[in-house]
Structure formats: C-alpha cells, structure tokens
C-alpha cells in the first residue's frame, strides 16, 4: 500500500507565495516520477508540473511556467510545489501522483498510479 499525504495549501492574497509538499510513505518503488494536477469546481482535473525521479526533467503547463516549481527529495521521498505571483485562477484543490512504472515524468494523468487526497489552495483577489 501506497500513501500520498499533501501539505502547505491554504488562502493567500493574490501575488503571494505557497509551498506544497507531498510525501510518500509504504511500500514506494526503488525510483518513479511525480506529478501535481489541480481541479478547479465545475472544471476537470489538469496538469501542472511533474518531474522525473532524477530531478534532470521538469514539466509544467503553460498556465503555470515561470511562477511554479517542482523539485525533490529523493531521500525524504518528498516532492515539492513552489507557487509564486499566485492569481485568482490557480484555486483549486491540487493534488500530488506518483507513477511508479517509470522514471520519466508524465503530463498524463491516465499515467499516474497513485493519488494523494488533495490540498485547497485559494487565491483571493
């Protein structure tokens, strides 16, 4: 079994600042890629940022490049979302996946195994 446990979401002003963590934790693979995806109410779940389990390949949506950053701990099995200049339109709840078949990063969410239970983050205007 598989835990996923996010963290650091909540209400910021907009032009803020939020860091997620999301840390792993049961029976993890020796190596796999991360990803974060958001939903918004009414909207489908979207990617935002994955990262391969060397840290050496980044993605990101274009929504989101160059205010957000994903990274890693691979000896804390931990990945982290630094969220900067936020806007009113990335509340949502986001959500962390780890995809334990691969080592290379996904923008797909059908390639994600697991999920963590989410973390609101709102952004007031």
């Known amino acids: 079994q598989v835990q996923l446990v996010e963290s650091g979401g909540g209400l910021v002003q907009a032009g803020g600042s939020l860091r997620l963590s999301c840390a792993a934790s049961?029976?993890?693979?020796?190596?796999?890629?991360m990803g974060w995806f958001r939903q918004a109410p009414g909207k489908e779940r979207e990617f935002v940022a994955a990262?391969?389990?060397?840290?050496?390949?980044?993605y990101y949506a274009d929504s989101v490049k160059g205010r957000f950053a994903i990274s890693r701990d691979n000896a804390k099995n931990t990945v982290y979302l630094q969220m900067n200049s936020l806007k009113p339109e990335d509340t949502a709840v986001y959500y962390c996946?780890?995809?334990?078949?691969?080592?290379?990063?996904?923008?797909?969410?059908?390639?994600?195994?697991?999920w963590g239970q989410g973390t609101q983050v709102t952004v007031s205007s």
């Open positions: 049961g029976r993890t693979f020796s190596s796999y890629a």
């Open positions: 996946a780890a995809d334990f078949l691969t080592v290379v990063a996904s923008t797909s969410k059908r390639e994600y195994d697991y």
């Open positions: 990262i391969s389990w060397s840290s050496g390949s980044t």
